[in-house]
């Protein structure tokens, strides 16, 4: 039964509410600090981890410039180079690289789109301890001398143990999958703060272009991240038990670690890039003091260039023995991908030439990014063409490139990101001409730096040579290039002191000082935890306001949810097309359980990487508790029916609403869990098709008695799962279909483990039976994901969190489980089937 309750009184004094908002969202002084969920908080500590990570890829990415300045250095030995110049790269791009976009996209998004915070606080608290403890790791393992030595590419087989067979590779396929699932859990929050915590009013047509970049961003990571967690689990299982996915000595192939890898990394470089688009078409309009030109055909462009990004990935593999038919294919889609980011180069072009830029600090940026980019782009055609990439393939001329577009398009707008929200973040303007002299010293030094680069590889230089010989024409380009190294380094030093300098000495600014037509400024600077003290109905294209007139009435409260209600973190939840209020979504409370639950899924991680397997299993065995039991207290225990929100507007709780947050953050879980079985479907097709060594035929077949029990067992779990859901709509009791249910996924995993056992050849014989045992183990591994579901909604149950109102976790459940039962069909039929498609391609030395 609904219980209706009183709207608050109206006038709420500006002080009084604020007073009242900050009691509910501070975090609280000293060690309560760690306990903080708050975005603006997480956000500021991922930049400033980044930027730590960043100076320590730096110092790595000077002493290889310290030893190749000269032939024949002595500064460092091969062992030692090749864990610097791996450490180097992964650092850039797994510590740095991603985390510095998701750093910004998860402290200004809020604020840009007019919400309080995320979806999903404690998972963004969770998703930043894991970076940070998976990034110590693998700065630790460097100090302790057993850092990744196989480059950052980590391609097999020089990552196996035959060839590397201490811990290094470990480090980095743990650690960076570490980094990775933490990445991958804020890219869903992103997803669905962006389409259901926005404005009121704020349609998807009307909302900021950042916005755009960073939803097309984060949806492209949920899908581009899981094939390399997939060949980074099959690579450790490979390391770890020797099942032989990556030998070609028993039916595996090293090549398909390349496609897994770069099924990721070509998507990564428009990962990377996409959201610094984002910042140029947010601050461009801002100093050339006229709208963006092209909103609409920027959107097209973000999304076709995203769509465009997975289809080429084997751009990187021309010189592997690619038919000539698939080069031409690839070679043409290289090529075409230039033709979205030329629309997006127009418009800014058109912006600037139709307004009156400002050369302020953030502007000299954006040239410095111009300049880099479009050199970047021009060596980026120049490689996909086939004969020339044949020719400069592993070349310094890639590394200059990958540099140059990857690299020079991060940092030069993420430098005037900097400059142009630094008084958001501190309150405090820059010092103007220190701030101008680090730009020189990184735009001159960077181009010295990086352009020689062309030349050596031009000249033969090889990638990942640690000294050379003197007579082949490199050594004053490669003394020229650590030089350019230690100009840019002085000039990031620069821009380091600079904002320290601003911190202590910098004069307080007005708000918006530059004038921005933006939300994130029309709010103290800095902001307040709570962001909007009372949340503003956006009307006008593109979402832009009038930050000064609009601040003043949010203060006083005349916005949606201008009071305080039970003590609630309080924001709207919206129609995701419309942009109208739907939900009031009610955010759980500061706590220590992110940090508790990280650094116990870090010590699963050591322990696995130390082969402590029983241990690793039991801590992963806590980490699971602990989230079934921080779940345990989301959500409300009692019905409350429509609530006020202001404006004569009055919306149910998100507890009981069909499309509420957590559901669509499921979905976004089942598309990159999708991601990564079609990755692991892929991967058997292709051992199947291409790798070497496989046996003329399978024998004996799988139990096709134990397939049946396992295909209805998961079916009769999936209809149980329907069922209770209808039960507990129409007032009934659910717990006996949960009962049915938890037996047939009990009696699935039962079959599942028989059929493991039975596969033939031995999962260490063959990558056949390697990879039929993988496709098991993940039906095996969903279905005891299904029965932790049915705990927890036998517990909520209990607990009075679910009513014929609010009835979440059985849709969830039901979602999760439909999900088990479709993949779980295509899996085992897959292994039912193989007998038959090895007998149809026969053996193959």
Avoid at 393 to 407: E, G, I, R, S
Avoid at 426 to 451: D, E, K, P, Q, Y
Avoid at 558 to 583: A, C, K
Avoid at 772 to 787: D, F, K, P
Wanted: hydrophobic share 55%; aromatic share 12%; charged share 10%.
């Amino acid at each position: 039964m609904s219980v209706p309750i009183e709207p608050p009184s109206e006038g709420v004094k500006a002080l009084r509410l604020h007073r009242q908002l900050a009691a509910i969202w501070d975090t609280g002084p000293g060690l309560h600090r760690l306990a903080a969920v708050n975005h603006s908080v997480i956000g500021m500590r991922m930049m400033i981890t980044s930027f730590v990570f960043f100076a320590i890829a730096g110092v790595l990415g000077m002493l290889t410039r310290v030893q190749l300045a000269t032939p024949h250095a002595a500064f460092m030995d091969a062992e030692t180079y090749n864990q610097v110049f791996t450490m180097h790269g992964s650092m850039m791009l797994f510590l740095f690289a991603i985390p510095m976009v998701e750093s910004f996209a998860v402290y200004l998004t809020p604020k840009l789109l007019g919400s309080r915070d995320f979806a999903f606080p404690r998972l963004t608290a969770y998703g930043y301890w894991c970076y940070l403890l998976g990034g110590t790791i693998l700065t630790v393992s460097l100090l302790a001398r057993v850092a990744p030595n196989g480059g950052w590419f980590m391609y097999t087989p020089l990552s196996s143990n035959v060839y590397t067979p201490g811990i290094n590779a470990d480090v980095w396929l743990l650690g960076v999958t570490f980094v990775e699932i933490s990445a991958l859990s804020l890219a869903m929050e992103i997803v669905v703060s962006i389409l259901k915590m926005r404005a009121p009013g704020m349609s998807l047509d009307r909302m900021p272009i950042w916005g755009w970049y960073i939803l097309v961003t984060a949806m492209m990571m949920i899908v581009a991240f899981p094939p390399l967690i997939l060949g980074s689990i099959l690579l450790e299982i490979e390391r770890a038990f020797d099942l032989p996915f990556f030998d070609p000595r028993r039916g595996g192939d090293p090549l398909l670690w390349q496609h897994l890898f770069w099924l990721f990394g070509h998507p990564d470089v428009y990962i990377i890039f996409l959201p610094m688009a984002g910042v140029l078409s947010t601050i461009i309009p801002v100093f050339a003091n006229r709208p963006l030109v092209g909103y609409r055909a920027i959107v097209v462009a973000i999304i076709a260039l995203a769509f465009l990004s997975f289809g080429i990935w084997v751009h990187h593999m021309f010189t592997v023995g690619i038919p000539h038919l698939a080069l031409a294919f690839f070679s043409a889609g290289s090529a075409i991908v230039a033709v979205p980011t030329a629309v997006q180069f127009f418009a800014w072009l058109a912006t600037l030439s139709h307004g009156r830029p400002r050369w302020d600090v953030p502007m000299l940026y954006v040239f410095g990014f111009f300049f880099v980019f479009t050199a970047g782009g021009l060596t980026g055609v120049m490689l996909a063409m086939v004969p020339f990439d044949w020719q400069a393939h592993d070349t310094y001329f890639v590394v200059a490139h990958l540099h140059y577009v990857v690299a020079g398009a991060l940092a030069f707008p993420m430098l005037a990101a900097f400059y142009y929200w630094l008084p958001l973040l501190t309150g405090r303007t820059a010092v103007h001409r220190l701030s101008v002299s680090a730009f020189w010293l990184v735009f001159i030094g960077f181009n010295l730096t990086f352009f020689l680069m062309h030349l050596t590889g031009l000249l033969g230089m090889p990638r990942r040579v640690f000294t050379y010989r003197g007579d082949e024409g490199w050594n004053w380009l490669n003394l020229l290039s650590s030089v350019g190294g230690f100009v840019m380094t002085i000039g990031f030093a620069l821009v380091a002191i600079d904002v320290i300098v601003q911190l202590r000495y910098g004069r307080r600014v007005r708000r918006n000082p530059w004038g921005s037509e933006t939300l994130e400024w029309a709010m103290p600077n800095p902001p307040a935890p709570y962001a909007f003290a009372s949340i503003p109905h956006v009307g006008n294209d593109n979402g832009r306001v009038a930050p000064g007139e609009l601040a003043v009435s949010l203060a006083r409260g005349e916005g949606y949810l201008g009071f305080t209600r039970n003590g609630w973190q309080e924001t709207i939840g919206v129609h995701m097309t419309s942009g109208e209020p739907d939900q009031l979504i009610v955010l759980p409370r500061a706590t220590y359980l992110p940090l508790f639950t990280a650094l116990v899924t870090a010590m699963a991680v050591l322990a696995m990487l130390f082969k402590f397997y029983l241990v690793s299993l039991a801590f992963a065995l806590v980490t699971i508790g602990l989230f079934i039991f921080a779940g345990q207290s989301a959500g409300l225990a009692r019905d409350y029916g429509p609530l006020p929100v202001g404006h004569g507007v009055s919306v149910p709780p998100h507890t009981e609403v069909t499309d509420s947050p957590p559901r669509l953050a499921l979905i976004c879980t089942l598309v990159a869990n999708g991601t990564l079985f079609t990755s692991l479907i892929f991967g058997t097709f292709y051992l199947w098709i291409a790798a070497p060594n496989w046996p003329a035929a399978m024998s004996p077949t799988p139990n096709r008695l134990l397939v049946l029990v396992a295909v209805v067992a998961l079916a009769i779990a999936a209809a149980a799962a329907r069922g209770s859901l209808r039960a507990a709509a129409g007032g009934k009791a659910p717990h006996g279909w949960i009962g049915l249910a938890v037996l047939a996924l009990l009696a699935a995993i039962a079959a599942d483990v028989g059929l493991i056992a039975g596969v033939t050849p031995h999962p260490r014989e063959h990558a056949l039976g390697a990879t039929a045992a993988a496709l098991l183990g993940y039906v095996a591994l969903h279905a005891g994901i299904g029965l932790l579901f049915l705990i927890s909604n036998l517990l909520r149950l209990g607990a009075g969190f679910i009513s014929p109102r609010r009835l979440t976790d059985l849709r969830l459940t039901r979602l999760w489980l439909d999900y088990t039962v479709a993949t779980g069909i295509i899996a085992l039929a897959l292994v039912l089937a193989l007998p038959a498609l090895v007998a149809m391609l026969g053996a193959r030395p």
